[in-house]
């Protein structure tokens, strides 16, 4: 079964630093792998995904990502946060179903 | 000019009552859902319509009952609604169904408290 474990439930960084949020995934075949951001009191916005070709993968708003099938992973990297990032962050696989991980909620110090 | 758009944003009742809330595409899109959010965050789909045909149910009670008018309009029933509905409700659309890796649309969600 397709399953999807963030193991961060919170992060805190300060910002201007850079940021990684894990994600690692269960999935029986070439997965579908998403990030999505949610902001407070927003719905999910799509920040990128992969599905094939390119491992790295670049997204809205300064984010990428690197798919790693050998670690199962699918990491959400960005060089220097900014405020503005200070959201809740949801790693997804899936292809004909959608499995979301718990979340990760990002804090940004000033 | 909003994409995905869900009515009410916010809703408070009685436990037992009876509600509905109403979602609306204006993406074209062929699929919509229903997902629902608890209070840790954690997000699983309830339901799923294709071109108003239920593709997609989860494990969900039968008090829930999505409608579908046409492909623009995915509508959620709750009867006698119970203190664990509590919830943030989310619908979304995509193109076409979940496959090789469809974007889904989300609404900005519908928070219900169930007193």
């Known amino acids: 079964a397709q399953s999807v474990t963030q193991p961060d439930i919170h992060i805190t960084v300060s910002e201007g630093a850079s940021l990684e949020l894990r994600c690692n995934y269960s999935?029986?075949?070439?997965?579908?792998l998403f990030w999505y951001v949610q902001s407070p009191g927003q719905g999910l916005q799509l920040l990128l995904k992969?599905?094939?070709?390119?491992?790295l993968v670049q997204g809205i708003k300064g984010f990428e990502a690197e798919f790693k099938r050998s670690q199962s992973s699918f990491n959400l990297r960005k060089p220097s946060v900014h405020w503005s990032d200070a959201a809740e962050y949801f790693c997804?696989?899936?292809?004909?179903?959608?499995?979301f991980g718990a979340g990760t909620r990002l804090t940004v110090k000033p | 000019d909003t994409a995905v758009s869900q009515t009410p944003k916010y809703l408070v009742t009685q436990m037992g009552n009876d509600k509905s809330i109403k979602c609306e595409q204006n993406?074209?899109?062929?699929?919509m859902y229903w997902y629902k959010q608890d209070s840790k965050k954690f997000l699983k789909i309830m339901f799923s319509?294709?071109?108003?045909?239920?593709?997609i149910n989860e494990t969900v009670p039968n008090r829930f009952s999505p409608k579908s008018p046409d492909k623009a309009h995915l509508n959620l029933h709750i009867n006698s609604l119970e203190l664990g509905d509590s919830a943030v409700y989310f619908c979304?659309?995509?193109?076409?169904?979940?496959?090789?890796?469809?974007?889904?649309?989300f609404g900005p969600g519908t928070r219900l408290l169930v007193l």
């Open positions: 319509y294709n071109n108003k045909e239920l593709i």
């Open positions: 999935y029986g075949a070439t997965p579908y």
């Open positions: 993406l074209g899109h062929d699929t």
């Open positions: 992969y599905f094939s070709g390119d491992t």
């Open positions: 997804a696989v899936g292809a004909t179903d959608m499995r």
């Open positions: 979304a659309s995509s193109q076409k169904r979940l496959t090789f890796g469809e974007t889904q649309y």
